[in-house]
């Protein structure tokens, strides 16, 4: 990530340990580390009197302002978890500058790749359906996410739920997407424009399916970008069991966040009832077992069948040479 000169006088003011009081609501945060740090400005986790908050802290008011109201506007949405509880917004002001920050939920977790590192298909189902439930909050909500990459998909620490961070890229659905990163944009691999619609989002989220099967990301070649795309999602046992569905979202077939989860069901459906070759075999063995018990049976009851006419015989013959 490119560093502006702000940011650079940004985080010459900032360190862990330091205890900034807010101006106006006069809330004091303690930075404990830095959590990462974007175009817009930097992110701490830091220590307040209710708790842990995340706190990002930036040099320019107006962009910190917009992230502020995408964040307050979440949280009119009732009922869904858009994305972090806003807590305070206020300035922290230095000897020479003014930094506007805002105190936001703390979401401890991993991201959604790393979480994913040595995990198998079931895992990247469930979590790809959650985060499908997210984004369809968001969709139905009238904002498109944007800006949908590993880091800003975190997977919590508590119940391995999916949440979404950085409102930066978030847009109002029909509009040109505001931020978005190369590698997760269907633009850059020419499978269609930046318009605020579901379907980029979903191109992203199969994107970042295939960053779970790789060590690393692909490196776009000359040729066509979807065939380039298609041999790695063939050739990965990963993601054979979505393989047709991440095709769909990456060709822009699914025009919401629900079909493309309903696929992810269906599939999953049929794949459960299809019996694999362990099922095949438990059976064949089953059968043998029944087989063989039938057999034993059958040997039994001839076995008394010929003894109880052996002993019809000799009663008869004694019956005979008594009279
Ligand atoms: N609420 C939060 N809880 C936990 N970590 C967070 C939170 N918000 C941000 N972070 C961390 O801080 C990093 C920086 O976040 P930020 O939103 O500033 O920018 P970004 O997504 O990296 O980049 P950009 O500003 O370019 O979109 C994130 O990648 C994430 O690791």
């Known amino acids: 990530m490119k560093m502006n000169g702000s940011t650079a006088n940004l ?28 175009v817009t400005g930097t992110v701490y986790l830091a220590r307040s009197l209710d708790g842990n908050v995340a706190l990002k802290l930036g040099m320019d008011q107006m962009s910190i302002a917009q992230e502020v109201n995408v964040l307050k506007q979440f949280s009119k949405v009732q009922g869904k978890i858009l994305g972090p509880c ?54 139905q909500a009238g904002w498109v996410f944007g800006d949908l990459k590993p880091d800003n998909i975190i997977v919590t620490s508590d119940e391995a739920s999916v949440r979404l961070l950085d409102v930066g890229g978030t847009t109002k659905l029909g509009r040109a997407v505001k931020e978005y990163t190369e590698y997760y944009d269907r633009g850059y691999w020419g499978r269609g424009s930046r318009k605020a619609e579901p379907s980029y989002d979903l191109f992203s989220v199969a994107m970042m399916m295939i960053d779970c099967a790789y060590p690393e990301q692909i490196k776009k070649g000359k040729g066509d970008g979807l065939s380039q795309l298609k041999r790695m999602v063939s050739q990965s046992p990963l993601l054979k069991p979505f393989k047709d569905i991440i095709v769909k979202a990456l060709t822009g077939e699914f025009e919401t966040a629900g079909e493309m989860r309903n696929a992810l069901k269906g599939e999953r459906i049929s794949r459960k009832r299809k019996p694999t070759i362990r099922d095949k075999e438990v059976s064949r063995n089953q059968y043998k077992k029944v087989r063989n018990h039938h057999k034993k049976k059958a040997r039994l009851t001839d076995l008394l069948f010929i003894l109880a006419f052996v002993l019809l015989l000799f009663i008869l013959y004694l019956s005979i040479s008594l009279f």
């Not at 609501?25 to 959590?35: A, C, G, P, S, V």
């Open 11 to 38: 985080n010459q003011e900032l360190y862990s340990g330091l205890t900034i009081e807010g101006k106006w609501n006069k809330k004091t945060y303690t930075l404990i580390r830095k959590l990462g740090e974007g």
């Open 86 to 139: 806003l807590f305070d917004v206020d300035d922290h002001e230095t000897r020479v500058i003014s930094i506007p920050f805002y105190a936001m939920e703390y979401i401890q977790g991993v991201n959604f790749v790393t979480f994913m590192k040595n995990r198998g298909s079931e895992w990247l189902f469930v979590l790809t359906v959650q985060l499908l439930n997210r984004l369809e909050d968001f969709h």
